[in-house]
């Protein structure tokens, strides 16, 4: 009932308010160790300290506040920028407006999810991606809540240990055949069954309720890829945002299977 609750006001106050909208504002993420090492964000004079996303209105002036001084950023329309580690290292990459990666307890957590109108799913490399309609811009207009924390969207690892799967792979578009669709024999999956975390090694794949899907792995170098899927007789399509080739894996059994036969089992 309270969730219900807190679902209802967030609402409330995103009419009350203009909600923040990617396509045309920005958003600041500062992780725990940096804001252990005492950074924050400042937004036209405001500081935040806060450990979910912070919006940046277009035009308005952003800063990181470091203990040696405050350090003036500029964050582009649909741009989200972490800062990352003691140092307060500064990384760019496309705003998620559908998932969030956070750390904390399950039961905290899952709170969160529900106040927001998502899910959570736990990572295999640590921490939780929760995924449902504009679950980062909701995230935003929450300031703080207890035992959750926004993590950067690739966790880091130790000791990385990266595949080539063909989501990664820059190939030319090429076109199928009817051979090729006649090669995957089966029933076109229900779209909603295949929502979840499909993982190989360390390399992850989410695949949300809105039909969008997320590729990571946790070397910091390899960028997070991201498109859209569509079911199909026998598997899955899955159509990359940045324009690559459309990559086709097979369902076999409750685990996807690439063309260069890697599989990802939930």
């Known amino acids: 009932m309270r969730n219900t609750i807190a679902a209802l006001a967030l609402g409330l106050l995103a009419i009350a308010c203009e909600a923040p909208d990617p396509e045309r504002d920005g958003f600041v993420v500062v992780d725990e160790d940096a804001r252990n090492a005492g950074i924050a964000v400042e937004v036209s004079g405001e500081r935040h300290s806060g450990a979910l996303p912070v919006a940046i209105p277009e035009g308005a002036e952003a800063a990181v506040v470091r203990p040696g001084g405050v350090e003036p950023i500029a964050v582009e329309p649909g741009e989200l920028v972490e800062v990352v580690g003691a140092s307060g290292e500064l990384r760019h990459r496309d705003t998620p407006r559908d998932q969030i990666w956070v750390g904390g307890d399950e039961a905290s957590v899952t709170a969160f999810a529900e106040m927001i109108g998502a899910r959570a799913t ?23 809540v207890s035992g959750v924390g926004a993590l950067a969207m690739v966790p880091p690892a130790d000791r ?33 069954s295949l929502v979840g975390l499909y993982a190989h090694g360390d390399v992850s794949l989410l695949l949300d309720a809105a039909g969008g899907w997320s590729l990571w792995t946790t070397d910091p170098e390899q960028p997070v890829r991201a498109g859209t899927y569509r079911p199909r007789p026998g598997g899955v399509d899955f159509v990359p945002n940045d324009g690559g080739a459309v990559a086709v894996m097979e369902l076999t059994g409750d685990a996807l299977v690439d063309d260069l036969g890697v599989s990802f089992a939930p």
């Open 122 to 144: 736990r990572l295999p490399s640590g921490g939780w991606a929760v995924e449902g309609p504009d679950a980062f811009v909701l995230a935003s207009l929450m300031g703080s």
């Open 160 to 192: 990385p240990d990266v595949i080539d799967v063909a989501l990664f792979v820059d190939r030319a578009p090429v076109e199928r055949t009817a051979a090729d669709d006649a090669a995957l024999a089966g029933p076109t999956p229900d779209a909603a």
